[in-house]
């Protein structure tokens, strides 16, 4: 049991290019997020999924796509880097989003924007 | 709004030496408070979920308690291996509480020295 893998755990990136980051878990979660540390701000969440097929905005979605093709994967797609998208990406699932579960993360992956 | 305030910032404390963390916040209707621990260069691990004013959890050295105002992080005779930075968050009931957003503090970090 893996828990949440994310994939790469370092990116180096220019201005400009796209990537996508990438977030499985195994626990069957129908529940998965992504959020962005950067120092002195918190966690602040991008996207959410409720379940495959269904997404929606969290606080900062600008600059970023998700979509949810199954419950395993959670991708988050940058469409064209830029320097303030430099942060520690960290994704999240737990059975549902209501609070009732916690939800647990992955180890993050650290993206620097040239 | 939301929001999570966590102090102090950083605490350093000698192997054995007693303290508590604060999480002080502001929230529409608490659906649960959450302490993770968040070590360098991992995600963050939860710890405790809190529901209601009086409620208490304690796993080893830690222990939290829940006001309807704030959240204290107790930690008794703390070891070495407990120096990880504490963050706290809380889910409301309205609003934020349909999308499993977290509102996450800046986080404690806590040094314990031997």
């Known amino acids: 049991n893996a828990g949440v893998t994310q994939t790469p755990k370092f990116q180096v990136l220019k201005t400009g290019q796209s990537m996508t980051l990438q977030c499985a878990q195994d626990?069957?979660?129908?529940?998965m997020s992504w959020y962005r540390q950067d120092p002195g701000m918190g966690l602040r969440l991008i996207h959410y999924?409720?379940?495959?097929?269904?997404?929606d905005q969290g606080e900062v979605p600008n600059g970023y796509n998700v979509s949810r093709s199954t419950t395993e994967d959670f991708p988050l797609r940058l469409l064209s880097a830029a320097p303030s998208q430099t942060s520690v990406y960290f994704c999240?699932?737990?059975?549902?989003?209501?609070?009732?579960?916690?939800?647990?993360f992955g180890d993050g992956t650290r993206l620097s924007i040239l | 709004e939301d929001q999570v305030t966590q102090s102090p910032e950083a605490l350093r404390l000698q192997e054995g030496e007693s303290s508590s963390l604060n999480c002080s916040y502001t929230?529409?209707?608490?659906?649960?408070l959450f302490w993770y621990r968040q070590d360098p260069g991992k995600g963050p691990e939860f710890l405790f979920t809190?529901?209601?004013a009086g409620e208490e959890k304690e796993k080893e050295r830690l222990k939290a308690t829940l006001t309807k105002k704030e959240s204290f992080l107790h930690i008794t005779a703390p070891k070495p291996e407990d120096s990880a930075t504490y963050l706290c968050?809380?889910?409301?009931?309205?609003?934020?509480?349909?999308?499993?957003?977290?509102?996450f503090g800046q986080g404690t970090t806590l040094q314990v020295k031997p």
């Open positions: 929230v529409s209707g608490l659906r649960g």
């Open positions: 968050a809380v889910q409301g009931l309205y609003g934020s509480g349909n999308t499993g957003k977290l509102i």
């Open positions: 999240a699932s737990s059975y549902t989003g209501d609070g009732n579960q916690p939800q647990h």
């Open positions: 626990m069957n979660h129908e529940y």
């Open positions: 999924s409720v379940g495959a097929g269904i997404t």
């Open positions: 809190l529901y209601s």
